[in-house]
């Protein structure tokens, strides 16, 4: 998009065909440079997004321009100011002392209200990024979003928990994503219900519409927060089931000895998200596989080409794998919809109903976590090597 020549500086473009063939050039020319400044601070704006410059993005980039010209007026206006309170201290008189604070009160306005503009300006580079993520990274994808408990920077919060809003039954569409920020009160966990809408704001499920006042951050940067978290969540990664992916089912008594007498200690962080991004991350994984109730405490499936793993990141829930009777048919890498289809319907659809206990009982080996929020360095080199072993 390129920047038009402004004219509004004339009052018709008559005057402006009037001048002498120097002075246009002269003027079109500065237009030029200032456009050009224009384009390179939009492209700066643009840059972590991607795509065309929108109309939005220019009036912001010519903004900043004009900011950064602000800074020089700024600081000569702090410099005034300082020296006319020097003057205003040392004059012998009470009117030369009136006329240097006179000057002092109109450069502090005048500085104010660049301030002012400054801070209104970013606010709107703020909303405009928060756009550009939302509608890259989440718009019309509400239906691809792995629900999931996620660390978070936040100050005072222990997790996010995020995960799909319910299907609006006139268009079976997912239209919303709930958020649920967790933290401690008075050594009670807590949360409160936000919703982000397909009109890509954050609404909060308080009655003031506010968050509690013993969180320490805005509402803004919780929102920052959970379109960080979205921007590097894998949303193609995965593939959606009607299924709840190995519930925990009835154990035999002597099973549920053996499952009991594995938790002794009190866990007081009870997500490890170090086991998904441990699974997404890994090389020769085909794609994921997404429960109904993956986002609170179900399981998730990663298919290889030689076996299907079930992993859960809630502390205490062990990895399972199923190895195939024969290698998938597939090319190495990511593969499409249709064959991914083919595949469930394969290799999941025979087990999707097994619980723990069935399926021990269909062949299924079961590999135990660190089972405390005790840091183990070792346990991913152990889970590499299950992997390596089977690939």
Not at 26 to 39: N, R, S, T, W
Not at 162 to 177: A, H, M, R, T
Request: proline share 4%; with cysteine; glycine share 6%.
């Amino acid at each position: 998009m390129d920047k038009p020549f402004d004219f509004s500086k004339f009052d018709n473009r008559e005057e402006f065909r009037s001048l002498q063939k120097e002075e246009q050039e002269k003027i079109v020319g500065d237009a030029q440079k200032d456009a050009e400044k224009i384009m390179e601070t939009a492209k700066e704006i643009k840059k972590p997004f991607g795509g065309k410059i929108s109309e939005t993005d220019l009036n912001i980039a010519e903004k900043v321009v004009e900011m950064q010209e602000k800074d020089k007026e700024m600081d000569e206006l702090i410099d005034e100011i300082i020296d006319n309170k020097r003057k205003a201290r040392e004059a012998r008189s009470d009117a030369a002392r009136e006329v240097y604070e006179e000057k002092v009160a109109l450069y502090e306005k005048k500085l104010q209200q660049i301030k002012q503009t400054r801070d209104e300006i970013e606010q709107k580079e703020k909303e405009n990024e928060r756009k550009n993520k939302f509608n890259e990274f989440l718009k019309d994808k509400f239906s691809d979003f792995k629900g999931d408990h996620f660390e978070t920077t936040l100050p005072g919060l222990d997790y996010i928990v995020i995960f799909k809003g319910p299907v609006n039954p006139e268009n079976g569409k997912i239209e919303s994503l709930e958020v649920y920020p967790y933290w401690h009160r008075n050594d009670t966990e807590v949360k409160i219900t936000c919703t982000i809408y397909k009109d890509g704001l954050l609404y909060i499920g308080t009655q003031n519409g506010r968050l509690p006042n013993d969180l320490s951050f805005t509402k803004e940067e919780l929102y920052d927060e959970v379109l960080s978290i979205a921007e590097i969540a894998n949303l193609d990664f995965y593939e959606n089931v009607d299924d709840k992916i190995l519930p925990s089912g009835n154990w035999p008594p002597s099973k549920e000895k053996e499952k009991n007498s594995k938790i002794k200690q009190e866990v007081k962080h009870p997500i490890d998200s170090r086991r998904l991004r441990f699974m997404e991350n890994q090389s020769n994984v085909l794609f994921g596989i997404q429960g109904i109730d993956s986002g609170f405490s179900g399981y998730y499936g990663y298919v290889f080409k030689n076996f299907l793993l079930l992993e859960n990141n809630v502390v205490g829930n062990a990895t399972y794998f199923f190895d195939f009777e024969s290698p998938l048919e597939v090319n190495s890498g990511r593969i499409g919809k249709a064959d991914r289809a083919a595949i469930l319907q394969q290799q999941w659809e025979p087990i999707s109903n097994l619980s723990k206990p069935e399926a021990l009982d269909v062949g299924a080996e079961r590999k135990w976590h660190p089972i405390t929020d005790i840091d183990d360095d070792h346990w991913e080199e152990r889970m590499q090597a299950e992997i390596d072993m089977r690939s």
